[in-house]
């Protein structure tokens, strides 16, 4: 690709930017909020058309119209969030389109037959005729993966690929693309995970605000070399939110929340824990170990079969979200997407709602009110594009974020429930999230924090929680002394037991 | 807004006399004012509509509840001892509406609380409705003489017709109901996310409930203007098929039927483009059997207008490659900047 350009509306998301993939070779592209890795990936994929500049493809010179045109020309792309068809087999997902016919129609057990044989070149052991859903997300990711095999891609392009996926995982599909690198594939990488990107590429590409940085042999930088590459400065933020994060917590009066035995069946087991003003809680656990669980049943998103929960020493009784938000406390879902975004408003609209809704229908939020509430989170958060106009749907990733939790801060809760609030973003805004959940704990407000990002826990932590197989194991003040490897241990020694 | 002005064109150009209007007894007449009139009830049952439609919901039982609020308001009136008087006659309307609120409230309850698909919910109430009309006027086709009852479909105030006013009126108060207080954005954002809208405190339950409430209102109040036409509870006819031009007018004024965001406006130029197609129709002698032909082929125009694809195409042909669509916070716009920027 050469002298890229892609303009939007109020933005130039792609400013000449060159990138070359060559066969056999694993390439990771990294890059800010709004670096233009996802418009880059899109125009290589045929799903937005270029301004300016070309694609070649072995040689050839080929302007994409649409997706089919960029399959065509053999590329393959999994995304995020899979977009294979659940309802379907897994036989059917892998050969959609491509089914063995015969005279009389599709031949059912020959496209089976040969799904399986795509699916067993990735090292794949599953069975064609089972339903795509009944498998995990990592499978589901090999599968998406496997189609693009049947397809006789020449580039493959995963979009970060390993958010949802565990270490064993991870190494599964590493082990994937180790194979399909050696058949000559190419491979587009894209992660915010930089020790994976170090573990598996060959090359690296670097974009910061549309325009390419650099390319550069995966041995040629190290990981703050990198890291400032992406974001043009030095990065010691993250040094400093660690000392705010070494405090002492007043546990003296009544906790902001203190939960007693609760659980649900089949989801949690019966729990204790309290929180107190100004702290952060953070939760430690693997996929699956009941920390969203947890939390969604203490905010009433999930119904509790049994247990008590205290409010500064009132009992309440929190079903629904409603009630949650009445004793100010709020919720951020791991989902966004699905539990967070509301995609056809704008910005402004979807910092607003939480205020709007605890006000109810009749009273509404005024012009005046909305727009000073929500340049101050603008601002404060560093949110772009700045225009509170444009829709929620237009942002990135880590901006959605963001506006997310501007929504929740803008209610001034006193409890605040973040369930992987730097999933899928990149480093800049992970940052820039930890420090104002850093800061306003400092100030006061009481944190339940999740992440599966383990060093993020301990960063931000004045307490950590450990969770696995859905119950607590453990819980500890946290102590700069700690390190991932303690609570990994911690983890290793209850299964063990 | 465009087919509208070409349907005024249309008419104009085959009957000159499609836009005069004339005064007699200080009151006006004309193909317009007919259209004016006419549109009331298809107008309050659109307006209900919308809103259900923003949910993410639908509502079939529009039609049926009509024939309910005609046939309980003429019952009262036909047992009533002064027909004539106009507290007898607003207690009538006052009962029907309310009855067919409640009914509405039903609905409303089976989407909102029970959890039955809006389609399925409602379909029970269309089947039934009907019969349950049928019940109250005792089998009969109940007919009355009643003259304030007679004005709403066919008096005037201020020279135009008084069911106009019944149109302008639920304009405005859904119209401020709506946009002046936050129920409008709290409904958008329970038909574009409503499980993003539950986690962020909204209530969403109560939300959609009165939505369903409101629709069985005004559709009930469509069907006091209907009976008022005809003087008669006629449970079969009353809004046969209505529930399809209202959904019809929502989709032409702009309001997708996935849900979320809405617009009344376009609703209103929906609820024209309908009523002047049927004068079209009428006007050209098109034969009653072949009439919603007709009208299909007119709303595929106006659809395939509207749809962004089609626009792009065109825009290709005529080499206008280069054209960015603006930033807009409403309209169809929004469509082809999202999705350029969908994944």
Redesign the interface.
């Given at each position: 690709m050469r002298s890229i350009s892609i303009?939007?509306?109020?933005v130039k998301a792609l400013d000449d930017v060159d990138f070359t993939l060559r066969s056999g070779e694993i390439h990771s592209l990294l890059g800010e909020n709004g670096a233009g890795k996802s418009t880059l990936i899109k125009a290589l994929t045929g799903v937005?058309s270029i301004d300016s500049g070309t694609i070649q493809v072995s040689g050839k010179e080929r302007t994409f119209a649409g997706t089919a045109d960029a399959q065509s020309a053999g590329i393959a792309t999994v995304?995020q969030?899979i977009n294979l068809c659940t309802n379907l087999t897994v036989g059917e997902n892998v050969m959609l389109g491509h089914e063995v016919r015969g005279r009389f129609g599709i031949n059912w057990r020959a496209t089976h037959a040969k799904a399986t044989t795509y699916l067993r070149q990735l090292g794949v052991d599953v069975d064609p005729r089972s339903q795509l859903s009944g498998h995990s997300l990592a499978i589901q990711q090999l599968i998406a993966i496997s189609r693009a095999m049947v397809v006789d891609c020449r580039v493959l392009v995963l979009d970060e690929p390993t958010s949802s996926l565990d270490r064993s995982e991870v190494e599964q599909l590493f082990a994937v693309m180790r194979r399909l690198r050696s058949r000559d594939v190419a491979i587009l990488f894209v992660s915010h995970f930089l020790d994976q990107v170090y573990e598996i590429s060959d090359q690296m590409t670097v974009l910061r605000n549309g325009k390419l940085v650099g390319e550069y042999h995966v041995g040629e930088l190290s990981r703050s070399e990198l890291i400032s590459k992406m974001l043009g400065h030095e990065l010691d933020e993250l040094e400093s939110i660690a000392r705010t994060a070494s405090r002492t917590i007043d546990r003296t009066g009544n906790p902001i929340l203190k939960i007693t035995a609760l659980g649900r069946k089949g989801s949690i087991e019966p729990t204790d824990l309290d929180i107190y003003d100004g702290e952060i809680v953070g939760f430690a656990g693997l996929l699956g170990s009941g920390r969203t669980e947890l939390v969604r049943i203490i905010?009433g998103?999930d119904r509790s079969d049994h247990g008590a929960v205290e409010v500064r020493g009132k009992s309440v009784r929190l079903s629904s979200?409603?009630h949650?938000?009445n004793h100010r406390i709020a919720?951020s879902?791991e989902d966004r997407r699905?539990?967070?975004?509301?995609?056809?408003?704008?910005v402004a609209?979807n910092i607003v709602?939480?205020i709007?809704?605890?006000?109810?229908?009749?009273?509404?939020?005024n012009k005046a009110q909305s727009d000073e509430v929500v340049a101050q989170y603008i601002e404060s958060l560093d949110i772009r594009p700045v225009s509170p106009?444009?829709?929620m749907?237009?942002l990135s990733g880590g901006n959605q974020q963001k506006v997310l939790l501007a929504?929740w801060l803008a209610?001034a809760p006193q409890l605040l429930i973040l369930d992987e609030p730097t999933r899928g973003i990149d480093v800049g805004a992970k940052a820039e999230i930890q420090r104002e959940i850093a800061k306003l704990a400092t100030a006061g407000l009481g944190v339940i924090f999740i992440s599966s990002e383990l060093d993020e826990v301990l960063r931000l932590s004045q307490r950590v929680v450990v969770l696995r197989d859905r119950r607590k194991i453990a819980e500890f003040d946290n102590h700069e002394s700690f390190d991932i490897g303690d609570i990994v241990a911690l983890i290793a020694k209850e299964g063990a037991a | 807004m465009g087919a509208l002005f070409a349907l005024v064109l249309l008419n104009t150009i085959s009957r000159p006399s499609f836009l005069s209007i004339t005064v007699k007894n200080g009151q006006l007449y004309g193909s317009i004012i007919d259209i004016l009139r006419d549109s009331a009830p298809l107008m309050l049952v659109a307006l209900g509509m919308t809103l259900v439609i923003a949910t993410r919901g639908i509502d079939l039982s529009v039609g049926a509840v009509m024939a309910i609020s005609g046939a309980v308001a003429l019952q009262i009136i036909s047992k009533s001892t002064s027909p004539n008087r106009i507290g007898t006659v607003l207690i009538a309307i006052g009962i029907g509406v309310f009855i067919t609120l409640l009914f509405g409230l039903w609905n409303g309850f089976l989407v909102a609380v029970v959890g039955i698909q809006p389609i399925i919910a409602t379909l029970v109430l269309m089947l039934g409705g009907r019969g349950i009309a049928l019940l109250i006027t005792g089998g009969f086709i109940t007919t009355i003489t009643s003259s304030p009852y007679a004005q709403m479909a066919q008096g005037h105030l201020l020279g135009l017709p008084l069911a106009f006013f019944f149109s302008v009126g639920a304009i405005a108060i859904i119209g401020l109901l709506v946009r002046r207080t936050a129920l409008g954005v709290l409904t958008e954002s329970v038909g574009i996310n409503p499980s993003a809208s539950r986690l962020a405190g909204v209530r969403s339950r109560g939300i959609i409930w009165s939505i369903y409430g409101i629709s069985g209102l005004l559709a009930g109040l469509a069907g006091i203007l209907y009976s008022s036409n005809i003087m008669a509870a006629d449970s079969n006819n009353a809004g046969f098929l209505i529930e399809l031009d209202a959904i019809l007018a929502v989709v032409l004024g702009g309001t997708s039927l996935r849900g979320g965001k809405f617009t009344l406006s376009g609703t209103v130029i929906g609820v024209f483009i309908i009523q002047t197609l049927t004068s079209t129709i009428t006007f050209l002698g098109v034969p009653p059997a072949v009439t919603p032909v007709f009208k299909a082929i007119v709303v595929i125009l106006v659809c395939l207008s509207q749809s962004s694809r089609v626009r792009q195409w065109l825009g290709r042909i005529r080499h206008l490659r280069g054209a960015k669509p603006p930033i807009r916070l409403s309209g169809l716009e929004t469509e082809v900047l999202a999705e350029r920027k969908s994944v």
């Open positions: 303009e939007f509306p109020g937005y995304y969030e905010y998103a979200p409603r949650s938000s919720f879902s699905a539990e967070g975004i509301i995609g056809d408003l704008t609209e709602l939480g709007q809704a605890k006000r109810g229908w009749l009273r509404r939020v106009h444009i829709l749907s237009n929504r209610t | -």
